[in-house]
């Protein structure tokens, strides 16, 4: 007897076959310079910053079904669910540095979960307080031409401004969430040297679209701000929230000083901050998230549990005393450092040398079961070429402000892949 598929179903065979089988390339690059360079307030802007980076931006979308994006808003909801029971709570704090211990108000700008999606559904592969290619995803989206009639169903929200409104409520949220005024005057988007980033781009984008809501914006060097007088200046001016773009989670370093001392003050709002990150990126989270007896014990609801069961690869801390049984079951693991960011020193397990595999046996490190990326074949040079691809949900507060994909090379998502970089996600 033949069966109907449900609706589900469909949509995630359409997108598994525009995935493989849709080749059109939908980004106009012409237009995109030169709305960035509108954007930025003067002409030469998409020349110099984006131009040197040839692989930041992929020519063609990811669909994506959406049974799989909610399945991934649910797991996301599990976890900020999971972030708000008393005993979950102690157990992720009690392994963080002392700065993260004291909760300002903040919920943290621009949360970043990446999923990758196999046949059984997205699988959350980590989660990020400093993640990166918000503002530029949100650019690209309208950015885009449709080339056929999937892609125009599927540019229609993706070509709104409900990003931008929602970047700028966020902010404010931040602001009154930590103090009672209506919205700070000043923002500095703050990161090392900023204009050596490579998503420097992202940082002018940003702080436009906060001069364009009526909030006074500048970019800065972490390690120029000064402390004094219980207010935080940069370039003499005075600062009232740090959009926080570090990856020094705990502001340790030499150079965050004034930073860290206004932070822990109260004189400024940060966010992301460290409270921030100990609650929802320390990789050591995930050994927690990943363990439902552990879940049930902290009071989390079956529903619950049961989504982050089936959405996260179990993950377990790498010790002296396991680390043996783990070599020997290293072909079905990826490895990563617990205080490592953006891809560094992680390794697939099948490609551990025993130089590397003495490092992660001392510690340091968790073991979490491989979860194989999804797949975007491209046209490039005239040949088809297949393409690993994540998707990223920027989220705030537990609510989804945007959703994007990264297609690459290698162990990792990277920027260095030909006919890869950041994709829009046209949901189907």
């Not at 979950?88 to 700008?109: K, M, T």
Request: net charge negative; with cysteine; proline share 5%.
């Amino acid at each position: 007897m033949h069966t109907v598929p449900s609706v589900a179903e469909a949509s995630r065979a359409i997108s598994t076959r525009l995935n493989r089988n849709c080749f059109c390339i939908t980004l106009d690059r012409a237009a995109l310079c030169a709305a960035l360079d509108q954007e930025a307030g003067y002409t030469g802007f998409c020349e110099a910053f984006m131009k040197s980076r040839a692989n930041l931006f992929s020519n063609v979308p990811v669909f994506l079904a959406a049974s799989a994006l909610g399945e991934m808003v649910g797991i996301v909801d599990a976890i900020e669910c999971a972030t708000r029971l008393p005993a979950y709570r102690d157990a992720v704090l009690s392994w963080a540095p002392e700065i993260a211990q004291r909760d300002f108000g903040p919920a943290g700008a621009l949360m970043g979960y990446d999923f990758h999606l196999d046949d059984d559904g997205p699988k959350l592969i980590e989660v990020n307080t400093n993640a990166g290619g918000a503002f530029l995803n949100a650019f690209l989206a309208k950015a885009q031409k449709a080339c056929c009639a999937e892609v125009e169903q599927g540019l229609i929200s993706a070509k709104d401004d409900k990003f931008e409104t929602g970047a700028a409520a966020m902010f404010r949220n931040e602001w009154r969430r930590q103090f009672e005024t209506e919205s700070p005057r000043r923002i500095a988007i703050v990161d090392d040297r900023p204009e050596e980033q490579y998503l420097y781009p992202e940082f002018v984008l940003a702080k436009q679209l906060l001069v364009k809501h009526g909030i006074d914006a500048v970019i800065g060097d972490a390690s120029e701000l000064q402390y004094d007088g219980g207010k935080l200046r940069l370039g003499g001016q005075e600062i009232n929230l740090v959009y926080n773009r570090l990856v020094d989670f705990a502001l340790d370093l030499p150079e965050h000083a004034a930073l860290k001392q206004a932070y822990q003050d109260g004189a400024v709002v940060v966010t992301p901050n460290p409270h921030n990150h100990a609650l929802f990126a320390s990789k050591r989270n995930l050994t927690l998230l990943s363990d439902p007896e552990v879940l049930e014990t902290f009071g989390l609801s079956p529903e619950m549990r049961l989504r982050l069961a089936g959405g996260v690869p179990r993950t377990t801390l790498v010790t002296p005393e396991n680390a043996d049984a783990f070599w020997q079951s290293r072909k079905d693991l990826f490895f990563k450092p617990l205080s490592g960011h953006g891809g560094k020193a992680v390794y697939r397990g099948d490609k551990v040398t025993r130089g590397v595999w003495a490092e992660i046996a001392r510690g340091g490190y968790v073991a979490q079961v491989f979860a194989a990326p999804g797949q975007r074949m491209i046209e490039i040079d005239g040949s088809l070429a297949p393409r690993k691809m994540d998707v990223r949900l920027y989220i705030y507060d537990g609510r989804l402000l945007l959703a994007a994909a990264r297609l690459y090379q290698g162990q990792t998502t990277n920027f260095r892949t030909p006919g890869g970089g950041f994709a829009p996600v046209l949901v189907i």
